[in-house]
């Protein structure tokens, strides 16, 4: 769960970061470089473009007789029959008055004249031809790109306040169509445009004739054709754009190339943002479960993630490349981090277990070493020694009690770890807590007196419990001793006992050595030993307060600890009473 959590996180990062603009750049580079790598032919391409070249424009008295050199070029052209002329002009100023009538007659007898309109650099309205020049188009086509660095979609259409203008390409397709209109889409004289952003789809190059060759020798035929004019020299740089393939592109080529983009019909489409959505959780959830399972997995998602742009170019689907490759990348990587930190976590786990089991076993040694030790003394004494009877049923004593302690310990250890590993059942018996506390205490009473400390024992609860009796002893023997053990000599150990909102509570104070508040958690815990408590020289394992912990805790109660460095810690059991002997005798 926690980890589909990061992986979820990971996801909604990536999709983020694919909304900026590094990454937006990226996709476009991407875009161009399959543009590249997977060119378009066109063996018979329709667009042909006349070009008003520098040869021209030198030749002809350059751009001052622009507009008589145009006019006796539409005289030829329009000769030649094709079936649409698109003018890439701007002819929106007034001229010298003979020479704009005679460009208004040329255009009058050109057939199929379409004429180029731009938005006024402020985007307020349209700069339309004169309406002389107008009056003998069929059609007036926008030519305005969209300022871009790299020309890779054209706006079909474009409105400036109410006036709407369908882009010159388009137009040139069939003049003055009303297109019938739905949603993105839109159906154009018979032909169906898929949205009204197109990518258009560059050939290397099309059919170019210089402006100059045409008004030097008239062209046979050109009928059918699609006559595209413009200005082409090197200095128009403003009418210069960039295009995916690498190269600058002349405005009319561009007209040109979008023309036959439209002609074709085959078009490059962006999947549509759900889609996309789609495809990127498919894909994160695909790293995220591959690099769960193998490394190697994860990298062959990534490097699909990667290929799959390349793959659906070809099929005229363009696929975000950075948005794929992050929702790969960044779930992999946090699967791949997310499995090496789990693994070392549970190498960690495993030694801190063989670790616990060492220590297990050395506390265990330890513990019996001393009953051992007596015993095996004792025999010894009674085998070699003729002692007299008195002395033997003493030592015999002795030896017989030293071994039930060993073997009380033993079946303690067992039992507490047979608890921990949730493979006992608690031998629970309803039992009066006052008793079992008093026992204890007296238990515990010699263990006081090697230090001259007393035990001031205030226990009257008035309820019963229903628990082990073994293990609650042996918690409380624990706590007491612990008491004692990290107490100074003459100090006083209470032990108090009182039902508190239906639990008990069995509290041991002292006044001891304390514990620091940052240990206060840790204590309890496995092997764990309070600095103060390693420096005082006093011995012990750190075992004892964990086991009365998971026995506290199996008798679905728990330990509480409070303490002050140098003035004393109490230590409480809470434990869940079964019934008030009140409520017992009521009834
Ligand atoms: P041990 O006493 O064998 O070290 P315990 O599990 O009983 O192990 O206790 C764990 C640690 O908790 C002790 O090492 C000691 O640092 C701290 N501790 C326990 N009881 C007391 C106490 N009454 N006063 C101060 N520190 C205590």
Redesign the pocket.
């Known amino acids: 769960m926690r980890y589909w959590l990061c992986v979820a996180a990971a996801f909604v990062f990536a999709v983020v970061v694919s909304w900026t603009n590094p990454a937006t750049a990226i996709d476009n580079a991407t875009y161009d470089w399959m543009c590249r790598l997977f060119p378009v032919s066109r063996p018979a391409p329709q667009a042909l473009i006349v070009a008003v070249d520098e040869t021209t424009l030198k030749r002809r008295g350059g751009m001052r007789a622009l507009r008589s050199t145009l006019a006796e070029l539409l005289k030829k052209v329009a000769a030649a029959k094709p079936a649409v002329v698109a003018v890439d002009f701007t002819l929106a100023d007034r001229g010298d008055p003979a020479e704009d009538a005679q460009l208004a007659a040329a255009m009058a007898k050109t057939e199929g004249l379409i004429l180029g309109t731009d938005l006024a650099d402020d985007g307020s309205g349209w700069q339309d031809p004169l309406p002389q020049f107008a009056a003998g188009a069929k059609a007036l086509g926008h030519v305005h790109a969209d300022p871009d660095p790299v020309s890779r979609w054209i706006q079909l259409d474009k409105a400036a306040g109410q006036v709407r203008r369908w882009a010159l390409a388009l137009e040139a397709l069939a003049p003055g169509t009303v297109p019938l209109e739905t949603n993105e889409s839109f159906n154009w004289a018979g032909r169906h445009i898929p949205s009204h952003q197109v990518r258009i789809a560059y050939s290397a190059s099309l059919p170019t004739v210089s402006a100059d060759a045409v008004l030097e020798s008239a062209p046979q035929s050109w009928e059918g054709r699609v006559v595209f004019v413009g200005t082409t020299p090197l200095t128009a740089a403003k009418d210069r754009l960039m295009t995916p393939l690498g190269v600058m592109m002349p405005g009319v080529e561009i007209n040109a190339q979008l023309f036959e983009t439209l002609r074709e019909g085959r078009f490059k489409q962006d999947l549509p943002l759900s889609l996309v959505f789609g495809l990127c959780a498919v894909i994160t959830i695909a790293a995220a479960w591959a690099v769960r399972w193998r490394y190697a997995a994860g990298a062959a998602v990534i490097l699909t993630a990667h290929a799959l742009p390349f793959l659906a170019f070809p099929k005229d689907i363009v696929l975000p490349a950075f948005g794929l490759a992050a929702c790969a990348w960044l779930p992999a990587l946090t699967g791949g981090v997310y499995r090496y930190l789990a693994t070392r976590k549970q190498l960690d786990h495993a030694e801190a277990e063989k670790s616990r089991y060492q220590k297990a076993i050395h506390w265990v040694t330890h513990e019996m070493r001393t009953p051992l030790t007596a015993i095996q003394g004792s025999s010894e004494l009674m085998t070699r020694y003729n002692l007299p009877a008195g002395k033997q049923r003493e030592i015999a004593d002795m030896i017989n009690s030293e071994s039930k302690r060993l073997a009380q310990m033993i079946s303690t250890f067992l039992s507490v770890e047979r608890l921990s590993a949730g493979q006992v059942p608690l031998k629970k018996e309803r039992l009066q807590p006052g008793n079992l506390i008093a026992a204890v205490s007296e238990r515990a009473r010699p263990f006081l007196d090697r230090k001259q400390q007393q035990l001031v024992l205030e226990a009257a609860p008035e309820v019963e419990i229903e628990a082990d009796r073994e293990l609650l002893e042996f918690a409380l023997y624990?706590?007491v001793t612990?008491?004692s053990?990290?107490?100074p000599e003459g100090a006083t150990v209470y032990v108090w006992a009182g039902s508190v909102g239906g639990n008990l509570h069995v509290q041991?104070t002292?006044q001891?050595?304390?514990?620091e508040p940052k240990?206060l958690a840790k204590?309890?815990t496995r092997f764990?030993?309070?600095r103060?408590?390693?420096e005082s020289g006093?011995?012990?394992?750190?075992?004892?307060?964990?086991?009365?912990q998971e026995i506290v805790r199996a008798h679905g109660g728990r330990l509480e600890v409070t303490?002050q460095v140098g003035q004393?810690?109490c230590?409480t059991i809470v434990v869940p009473a079964s019934m008030s002997t009140e409520v017992k005798s009521a009834l």
């Open positions: 624990n706590l612990n008491a053990k990290y107490s041991v002292d001891g050595i304390g514990i240990d204590v309890g764990f030993r309070t103060r408590a390693e006093i011995e012990g394992t750190g075992i004892g307060l964990s086991i009365v303490s004393g810690s230590f």
